[in-house]
């Protein structure tokens, strides 16, 4: 997903998910905006590991969701 795409999903304009994105270490963004990314990555199939949390399904920080994953299974 372009940010383009994302910016059209969440509700935020372009230039907030450039921000967000060119954020080093942590996102900088307020919390209705970050609610707002959220919710669009995670109706987009894509799964947000928390920081400390064991990943069973292999990876690192983002992966899609398991039935995202089986939907593409054939």
Do not use: H, Y
């Given at each position: 997903?372009?940010?383009?795409?994302?910016?059209?999903?969440?509700?935020?304009?372009?230039?907030?998910?450039?921000?967000m994105e060119a954020s080093e270490g942590?996102?900088?963004?307020?919390?209705d905006s970050l609610v707002k990314l959220v919710?669009?990555?995670?109706?987009?199939g894509v799964e947000l590991i928390g920081e400390g949390t064991v990943s069973h399904g292999g990876g690192r920080g983002v992966r899609l969701m398991a039935s995202a994953n089986?939907?593409?299974k054939p």
């Open positions: 997903m372009d940010q383009r795409r994302l910016a059209e999903a969440s509700g935020l304009s372009l230039p907030t998910i450039q921000r942590q996102v900088r963004g307020n919390v919710d669009a990555l995670q109706k987009a089986s939907a593409r």
